[in-house]
């Protein structure tokens, strides 16, 4: 079975700040990984996802992840946060061509001026 | 840029009715899906449905749900008789080629309010 694991319900960090969310995950089978993004009141919008290919993945908004497969994560990174940032991600993952994507809990990004 | 869109964006009912929310996926998708967020919980995965037949479901989804596609552009998600633990935010998502691989899209929600 697969499961995801995101480590802190909330991280804060400062304006201009390094930005890292972390995921770890747990699947038999190689996984396809994503991040999405959800601001207040809206839906999910796919930050960027790996696939297999390279394991360095670069998303929208100047998001990026790495793909350790010897660490089972894949974390998510923005070198410096901006207030628009501030929101709710969520690391998911599924099998290769599969339909069902496995979410973890969130985590709520908070941006201080 | 073509969206998902979903109605009501909040529904209330009594418990132990039904109720039927309604999506419009992107119009070329042939890849349908419904998801659903327990207020301070994550999302849970409940149904995909390509080809007028379900792909996959979890075992959230029993046989109080049903979906169905009953036009070329409506996507519907039916509970038959709500409980309380339904209450919820339910997003519909669709993709145009087959599996997660695809980029899903999603809509922004109906907030379902069991009373």
């Known amino acids: 079975a697969q499961s995801v694991t995101q480590l802190g319900s909330h991280v804060s960090v400062s304006e201009g700040a390094l930005v890292l969310l972390r995921c770890n995950y747990s699947?038999?089978?190689?996984?396809?990984l994503f991040w999405y993004v959800q601001y207040p009141n809206q839906g999910l919008q796919l930050l960027l996802k790996y696939t297999s290919a390279a394991t360095l993945v670069k998303g929208i908004n100047g998001f990026e992840a790495e793909f350790k497969k010897s660490e089972t994560s894949f974390h998510l990174t923005k070198p410096s946060a901006h207030m628009s940032d501030a929101a709710e991600y969520f690391c998911a993952v599924s099998e290769t061509g599969g339909f069902k994507t496995i979410f973890g809990a969130g985590t709520r990004l908070f941006v201080k001026a | 840029e073509p969206e998902v869109t979903q109605t009501p964006s909040h529904q209330v009912t009594q418990m132990g009715q039904e109720v039927i929310l309604r999506c419009v996926p992107i119009s070329n998708h042939l890849y349908f899906y419904w998801y659903r967020q327990i207020l301070g919980q994550k999302v849970e995965f409940l149904v995909s449905f390509y080809n007028n037949e379900i792909s996959e479901k979890s075992e959230i989804f029993d046989d109080q749900f049903s979906v169905e596609r009953p036009d070329g552009s409506n996507f519907t998600l039916k509970i038959r008789s709500t409980k309380l633990e339904d209450s919820a935010m339910y997003f519909c998502a669709s993709n145009s080629l087959a599996g997660v691989a695809d980029t899903q899209y999603f809509g922004p929600g109906t907030r379902l309010t069991v009373l």
């Open positions: 699947s038999s089978v190689p996984p396809y």
